[in-house]
T-cell receptor, first 112, second 112 residues
Framework: AQSVTQLGSHVSVSEGALVLLRCNYS??????LFWYVQYPNQGLQLLLK??????LVKGINGFEAEFKKSETSFHLTKPSAHMSDAAEYFC??????????FGAGTTVTVRA | DTAVSQTPKYLVTQMGNDKSIKCEQN?????MYWYKQDSKKFLKIMFS???????INETVPNRFSPKSPDKAHLNLHINSLELGDSAVYFC???????????FGSGTQLSVL
């Protein structure tokens, strides 16, 4: 079985500051890991996906995530926050059984 | 063209009623899903179909019945609606297991 834990249900950053969202996973098989973003009243969109090809994964909108097997982590970062980054972010894990398990989500607010 | 479209966007109904939500994808994907997002934003898979065959049924009450008439459509019928069914229901599709999910924009169901 696979699961993810997102540390921090709410993160507030200043515009231009680093965004860091934490995700730890648990998986009995080599995991496929994802970060999705949800803007208000919309469905989820993929930010990036880890597939074991490279431990540092670059995604859309300047986001990237690093897979660390020793720490069972897949944290999401963006060097400089923009007002448009305000949204809900979800970490998710899949183990090849069609079940994508989501974390509880982290709400990001960006202060001007 | 919208990749995954679901209707209606909003559904307000009385307890005990029966309602349906429709979903269509034009991406040529083999796999479709229904997810439920509760008021705390937690996302949980309900059903998954692969090539019109049910492959995931996650302890959902049998008042919920999915139907996939073809690979491009996955509808959700709910009988005898209860207050606790109030949530946002998302349809999604993917090429297969471990692949990126494409989400619809959601159906906000309110049971009064």
């Amino acid at each position: 079985a696979q699961s993810v834990t997102q540390l921090g249900s709410h993160v507030s950053v200043s515009e231009g500051a680093l965004v860091l969202l934490r995700c730890n996973y648990s998986s009995s098989v080599p995991p496929y890991l994802f970060w999705y973003v949800q803007y208000p009243n919309q469905g989820l969109q993929l930010l990036l996906k880890y597939t074991s090809a490279a431990t540092l994964v670059k995604g859309i909108n300047g986001f990237e995530a690093e897979f660390k097997k020793s720490e069972t982590s897949f944290h999401l970062t963006k060097p400089s926050a923009h007002m448009s980054d305000a949204a809900e972010y979800f970490c998710a894990v899949s183990g090849g059984d069609y079940k994508l398990s989501f974390g509880a989500g982290t709400t990001v607010t960006v202060r001007a | 063209d919208t990749a995954v479209s679901q209707t209606p966007k909003y559904l307000v109904t009385q307890m005990g009623n029966d309602k349906s939500i429709k979903c269509e994808q034009n991406l040529g994907h083999d796999t479709m899903y229904w997810y439920k997002q509760d008021s705390k934003k937690f996302l949980k898979i309900m059903f998954s179909y692969n090539n019109k065959e049910l492959i995931i049924n996650e302890t959902v009450p049998n008042r919920f019945s999915p139907k996939s008439p073809d690979k491009a459509h996955l509808n959700l019928h709910i009988n005898s609606l209860e207050l606790g069914d109030s949530a946002v229901y998302f349809c999604a599709s993917s090429r297969g297991s471990n692949e990126k999910l494409f989400f619809g924009s959601g159906t906000q169901l309110s049971v009064l």
